[in-house]
Protein backbone atom coordinates (compact mmCIF):
# COMPACT_ATOMS: atom_id res chain seq x y z
CA UNK A 1 0.00 0.00 0.00
CA UNK A 2 1.04 3.35 -0.80
CA UNK A 3 0.19 6.23 1.55
CA UNK A 4 0.81 9.95 0.36
CA UNK A 5 2.67 11.46 2.08
CA UNK A 6 0.79 14.47 3.15
CA UNK A 7 -1.00 12.18 4.56
CA UNK A 8 0.92 9.90 5.87
CA UNK A 9 1.95 11.35 9.21
CA UNK A 10 -1.77 11.91 9.80
CA UNK A 11 -2.38 8.22 9.70
CA UNK A 12 0.55 7.22 12.08
CA UNK A 13 0.13 9.56 14.56
CA UNK A 14 -3.83 8.16 14.75
CA UNK A 15 -2.57 4.91 14.82
CA UNK A 16 -0.43 5.54 18.16
CA UNK A 17 -4.25 6.44 19.99
CA UNK A 18 -2.97 8.87 22.56
CA UNK A 19 -4.17 11.31 25.01
CA UNK A 20 -2.19 14.47 25.28
CA UNK A 21 -0.53 15.52 28.76
CA UNK A 22 0.98 18.98 29.27
CA UNK A 23 3.84 18.94 31.89
CA UNK A 24 3.01 15.06 32.41
CA UNK A 25 5.06 13.66 35.07
CA UNK A 26 5.15 10.38 33.18
CA UNK A 27 7.50 11.90 30.40
CA UNK A 28 11.24 12.48 30.59
CA UNK A 29 11.57 15.61 29.14
CA UNK A 30 9.76 18.61 27.39
CA UNK A 31 10.55 20.89 24.48
CA UNK A 32 11.75 24.51 25.48
CA UNK A 33 11.90 27.63 23.22
CA UNK A 34 12.19 26.47 19.62
CA UNK A 35 14.66 29.13 17.88
CA UNK A 36 14.19 30.61 14.26
CA UNK A 37 16.34 32.11 11.43
CA UNK A 38 14.06 34.45 9.76
CA UNK A 39 14.33 37.59 7.26
CA UNK A 40 12.62 40.57 9.00
CA UNK A 41 11.89 40.83 12.97
CA UNK A 42 9.19 43.50 12.21
CA UNK A 43 6.89 41.36 10.10
CA UNK A 44 7.86 38.62 12.33
CA UNK A 45 6.44 40.33 15.51
CA UNK A 46 3.44 41.05 13.89
CA UNK A 47 3.13 37.54 12.97
CA UNK A 48 3.52 35.99 16.68
CA UNK A 49 1.80 38.28 18.32
CA UNK A 50 -1.46 39.77 16.59
CA UNK A 51 -1.97 36.15 14.05
CA UNK A 52 -0.81 33.66 17.03
CA UNK A 53 -1.54 35.72 19.53
CA UNK A 54 1.74 35.13 21.53
CA UNK A 55 3.14 37.90 23.99
CA UNK A 56 6.66 39.99 23.18
CA UNK A 57 8.16 38.35 26.05
CA UNK A 58 12.11 40.37 25.03
CA UNK A 59 13.69 42.36 22.35
CA UNK A 60 17.65 43.05 21.98
CA UNK A 61 18.58 43.81 18.67
CA UNK A 62 17.86 41.51 16.07
CA UNK A 63 16.61 38.84 18.33
CA UNK A 64 13.25 39.00 19.81
CA UNK A 65 11.18 35.99 21.90
CA UNK A 66 7.53 35.19 21.98
CA UNK A 67 5.29 33.34 24.33
CA UNK A 68 2.57 33.21 27.18
CA UNK A 69 3.04 34.90 30.35
CA UNK A 70 5.15 32.11 31.81
CA UNK A 71 7.15 30.72 29.55
CA UNK A 72 9.15 31.45 26.56
CA UNK A 73 8.21 29.03 22.71
CA UNK A 74 9.92 30.32 19.97
CA UNK A 75 12.64 32.58 19.84
CA UNK A 76 13.34 34.69 16.17
CA UNK A 77 16.49 35.76 14.68
CA UNK A 78 16.83 38.28 11.95
CA UNK A 79 19.14 36.51 10.49
CA UNK A 80 18.30 34.79 7.34
CA UNK A 81 18.86 36.32 3.68
CA UNK A 82 15.47 34.24 1.92
CA UNK A 83 12.70 33.01 2.82
CA UNK A 84 12.04 29.18 3.81
CA UNK A 85 13.29 27.12 0.71
CA UNK A 86 12.06 23.54 0.07
CA UNK A 87 13.71 20.52 -1.07
CA UNK A 88 15.95 20.70 2.14
CA UNK A 89 16.73 18.41 5.75
CA UNK A 90 15.88 21.18 8.63
CA UNK A 91 12.28 21.64 10.30
CA UNK A 92 9.23 20.42 8.41
CA UNK A 93 6.91 22.08 11.43
CA UNK A 94 6.17 22.83 14.54
CA UNK A 95 3.25 22.71 16.77
CA UNK A 96 1.79 24.99 19.22
CA UNK A 97 -0.69 22.66 21.74
CA UNK A 98 -3.97 24.47 22.68
CA UNK A 99 -5.13 22.61 25.95
CA UNK A 100 -8.33 22.26 25.56
CA UNK A 101 -11.90 23.14 22.40
CA UNK A 102 -12.11 26.95 23.64
CA UNK A 103 -8.59 27.33 23.10
CA UNK A 104 -7.98 25.81 19.93
CA UNK A 105 -11.26 28.03 18.96
CA UNK A 106 -9.68 30.97 20.28
CA UNK A 107 -6.83 29.99 17.52
CA UNK A 108 -8.78 29.63 14.77
CA UNK A 109 -11.01 32.88 15.94
CA UNK A 110 -7.82 34.68 15.75
CA UNK A 111 -6.83 33.35 12.69
CA UNK A 112 -10.69 34.34 10.88
CA UNK A 113 -10.53 37.82 12.40
CA UNK A 114 -7.43 38.84 10.68
CA UNK A 115 -8.25 37.11 7.38
CA UNK A 116 -4.78 35.18 7.70
CA UNK A 117 -4.42 32.31 5.05
CA UNK A 118 -4.36 28.50 6.29
CA UNK A 119 -5.56 24.89 6.22
CA UNK A 120 -8.11 23.71 8.32
CA UNK A 121 -7.85 19.54 8.49
CA UNK A 122 -9.59 16.86 10.43
CA UNK A 123 -7.46 13.99 10.75
CA UNK A 124 -10.43 12.41 13.19
CA UNK A 125 -7.45 11.89 15.82
CA UNK A 126 -6.53 15.25 16.03
CA UNK A 127 -7.71 18.71 14.68
CA UNK A 128 -4.83 20.84 12.67
CA UNK A 129 -4.71 24.58 11.57
CA UNK A 130 -1.88 24.77 9.24
CA UNK A 131 -0.66 28.21 8.63
CA UNK A 132 3.43 29.62 7.34
CA UNK A 133 4.68 32.32 9.14
CA UNK A 134 5.77 35.47 6.42
CA UNK A 135 9.37 33.48 5.64
CA UNK A 136 7.39 30.51 4.82
CA UNK A 137 8.08 28.46 7.78
CA UNK A 138 5.00 26.34 8.56
CA UNK A 139 3.23 26.39 11.83
CA UNK A 140 0.67 23.86 13.19
CA UNK A 141 -1.58 24.63 16.08
CA UNK A 142 -3.26 21.43 17.48
CA UNK A 143 -6.04 19.98 19.18
CA UNK A 144 -5.63 15.81 20.33
CA UNK A 145 -9.09 14.18 20.29
CA UNK A 146 -7.85 10.43 20.22
CA UNK A 147 -11.17 9.73 21.60
CA UNK A 148 -12.91 10.46 18.40
CA UNK A 149 -10.86 7.61 16.60
CA UNK A 150 -11.76 3.86 15.89
CA UNK A 151 -9.18 2.49 13.05
CA UNK A 152 -7.25 3.07 9.80
CA UNK A 153 -8.77 1.14 6.71
CA UNK A 154 -6.93 0.65 3.97
CA UNK A 155 -8.93 -1.33 1.70
CA UNK A 156 -10.50 0.62 -1.01
CA UNK A 157 -7.85 4.00 -0.37
CA UNK A 158 -6.48 5.18 3.05
CA UNK A 159 -9.49 6.10 5.25
CA UNK A 160 -10.65 6.70 9.24
CA UNK A 161 -13.42 5.17 11.58
CA UNK A 162 -14.59 7.42 14.23
CA UNK A 163 -15.97 5.91 17.57
CA UNK A 164 -19.06 7.71 15.73
CA UNK A 165 -18.88 4.78 12.99
CA UNK A 166 -18.45 7.36 10.88
CA UNK A 167 -15.42 6.84 7.71
CA UNK A 168 -13.95 9.78 6.68
CA UNK A 169 -10.81 10.58 4.53
CA UNK A 170 -7.36 10.68 6.64
CA UNK A 171 -7.61 14.43 5.92
CA UNK A 172 -10.89 15.33 5.97
CA UNK A 173 -11.62 19.36 6.40
CA UNK A 174 -12.42 20.77 9.58
CA UNK A 175 -15.90 21.44 10.12
CA UNK A 176 -15.05 25.42 11.35
CA UNK A 177 -18.51 26.37 12.47
CA UNK A 178 -18.45 23.18 15.48
CA UNK A 179 -15.23 24.33 16.16
CA UNK A 180 -16.40 28.05 16.97
CA UNK A 181 -19.23 26.77 18.99
CA UNK A 182 -16.40 26.29 21.94
CA UNK A 183 -15.69 29.86 21.29
CA UNK A 184 -15.87 31.77 24.86
CA UNK A 185 -13.60 34.78 24.40
CA UNK A 186 -13.67 36.51 21.49
CA UNK A 187 -11.34 39.21 22.64
CA UNK A 188 -8.36 38.74 20.00
CA UNK A 189 -6.20 41.21 21.88
CA UNK A 190 -6.12 38.72 24.52
CA UNK A 191 -2.97 36.21 24.67
CA UNK A 192 -2.66 32.56 23.96
CA UNK A 193 -3.43 30.41 27.53
CA UNK A 194 -0.45 30.21 29.56
CA UNK A 195 -1.34 26.18 29.27
CA UNK A 196 -0.68 26.07 25.74
CA UNK A 197 2.69 24.67 24.65
CA UNK A 198 5.44 23.66 22.09
CA UNK A 199 3.84 19.93 21.55
CA UNK A 200 5.88 18.36 18.87
CA UNK A 201 8.60 18.71 16.31
CA UNK A 202 8.80 17.43 12.85
CA UNK A 203 11.85 17.32 11.16
CA UNK A 204 13.15 16.54 7.46
CA UNK A 205 16.06 13.90 7.78
CA UNK A 206 18.52 12.99 5.28
CA UNK A 207 18.10 9.45 6.66
CA UNK A 208 15.33 8.32 8.69
CA UNK A 209 16.74 4.78 10.10
CA UNK A 210 20.12 7.30 11.54
CA UNK A 211 17.81 9.84 12.98
CA UNK A 212 15.80 7.11 14.45
CA UNK A 213 18.80 5.69 16.04
CA UNK A 214 19.96 9.00 17.06
CA UNK A 215 17.05 10.14 18.76
CA UNK A 216 16.62 6.94 20.71
CA UNK A 217 19.92 7.14 21.81
CA UNK A 218 18.87 10.77 23.27
CA UNK A 219 16.11 8.89 25.77
CA UNK A 220 13.22 9.50 23.15
CA UNK A 221 10.99 5.61 22.59
CA UNK A 222 10.22 4.75 19.36
CA UNK A 223 6.31 4.50 18.97
CA UNK A 224 6.45 4.00 14.76
CA UNK A 225 9.67 3.47 12.70
CA UNK A 226 8.11 2.59 8.99
CA UNK A 227 11.12 3.06 6.60
CA UNK A 228 8.73 1.96 3.56
CA UNK A 229 7.62 5.22 3.98
CA UNK A 230 10.56 6.92 5.16
CA UNK A 231 9.01 8.07 8.50
CA UNK A 232 9.04 7.58 11.88
CA UNK A 233 8.23 9.00 15.23
CA UNK A 234 9.02 8.88 18.91
CA UNK A 235 7.72 9.89 22.32
CA UNK A 236 8.67 10.63 25.75
CA UNK A 237 7.28 8.36 27.73
CA UNK A 238 4.14 9.89 28.57
CA UNK A 239 0.73 8.68 26.48
CA UNK A 240 1.29 10.73 24.23
CA UNK A 241 4.06 9.39 21.42
CA UNK A 242 4.10 12.31 18.55
CA UNK A 243 6.61 14.25 20.65
CA UNK A 244 9.63 14.10 17.65
CA UNK A 245 8.84 13.08 14.42
CA UNK A 246 11.24 12.42 11.58
CA UNK A 247 11.02 11.77 7.42
CA UNK A 248 12.76 12.17 4.45
CA UNK A 249 9.56 13.13 1.82
CA UNK A 250 11.85 15.53 0.70
CA UNK A 251 14.45 13.31 -0.53
CA UNK A 252 17.29 11.02 0.38
CA UNK A 253 20.34 12.32 1.42
CA UNK A 254 19.31 15.93 1.80
CA UNK A 255 21.38 18.86 2.47
CA UNK A 256 20.70 20.86 5.45
CA UNK A 257 18.96 23.89 4.88
CA UNK A 258 21.22 26.53 3.67
CA UNK A 259 22.72 29.17 6.41
CA UNK A 260 21.11 32.18 4.98
CA UNK A 261 17.72 31.01 4.49
CA UNK A 262 14.83 31.14 6.60
CA UNK A 263 14.21 28.33 9.11
CA UNK A 264 14.93 26.51 11.96
CA UNK A 265 18.37 28.19 14.03
CA UNK A 266 17.93 25.12 16.66
CA UNK A 267 15.28 23.59 19.71
CA UNK A 268 16.04 22.52 23.18
CA UNK A 269 15.20 19.55 24.97
CA UNK A 270 14.76 20.48 28.94
CA UNK A 271 14.85 16.84 30.74
CA UNK A 272 13.29 16.26 34.14
CA UNK A 273 15.58 14.68 35.90
CA UNK A 274 19.75 14.44 36.06
CA UNK A 275 19.70 10.94 35.58
CA UNK A 276 17.92 10.60 32.55
CA UNK A 277 20.20 14.00 30.97
CA UNK A 278 23.30 11.88 31.83
CA UNK A 279 22.15 8.85 30.14
CA UNK A 280 21.40 11.02 27.30
CA UNK A 281 24.99 12.55 27.27
CA UNK A 282 26.87 9.45 27.53
CA UNK A 283 25.72 8.18 23.90
CA UNK A 284 26.16 11.38 22.25
CA UNK A 285 29.00 13.41 21.21
CA UNK A 286 28.16 17.22 22.65
CA UNK A 287 29.71 20.36 23.51
CA UNK A 288 29.36 21.57 26.93
CA UNK A 289 28.36 25.27 26.97
CA UNK A 290 26.97 27.74 29.88
CA UNK A 291 22.70 27.42 28.47
CA UNK A 292 23.66 23.52 27.91
CA UNK A 293 24.73 20.51 26.18
CA UNK A 294 25.14 21.51 22.35
CA UNK A 295 24.03 18.29 19.99
CA UNK A 296 23.77 17.55 16.98
CA UNK A 297 21.88 15.05 15.07
CA UNK A 298 22.59 13.20 12.26
CA UNK A 299 21.41 15.40 9.73
CA UNK A 300 23.65 18.50 11.21
CA UNK A 301 20.11 19.87 13.02
CA UNK A 302 21.00 21.50 16.26
CA UNK A 303 19.17 20.70 19.35
CA UNK A 304 20.43 21.81 23.17
CA UNK A 305 20.26 19.41 26.32
CA UNK A 306 19.95 20.80 29.34
CA UNK A 307 18.26 20.09 32.96
CA UNK A 308 14.54 21.61 33.43
Known amino acids: MLVPTEEFSSIVYAMSNTNQINGSSSEFATFGAIHLNNTN ?22 TA ?16 KTHFQKGY ?21 RLIVHNYTFSP ?19 EFT ?46 NNPISNDSYLGHLHLYVDNVKNSNVF ?26 T ?23 KHFQINYNSKKKLNQALHNVSVHEEDNGYWVKDPTGNTLILKLA
Do not use: C
Open 41 to 62: LEKSALFWTDIVGMKLKKSSGK
Open 65 to 80: EFGTETQTLVVVHETA
Open 89 to 109: SGLYHFAIHAPNEPEFARMLN
Open 121 to 139: TDHTASKSLYLDDPDGINV
Open 143 to 188: LETPERFKRVITEGGLKMEGTDGIIRSASERLDLNNIMKALKDKDV
Open 215 to 240: YKQIGYIESNYLPQYMFADLGAGGNY
Open 242 to 264: HRLAINSWHGMNRPLVPIESAGM
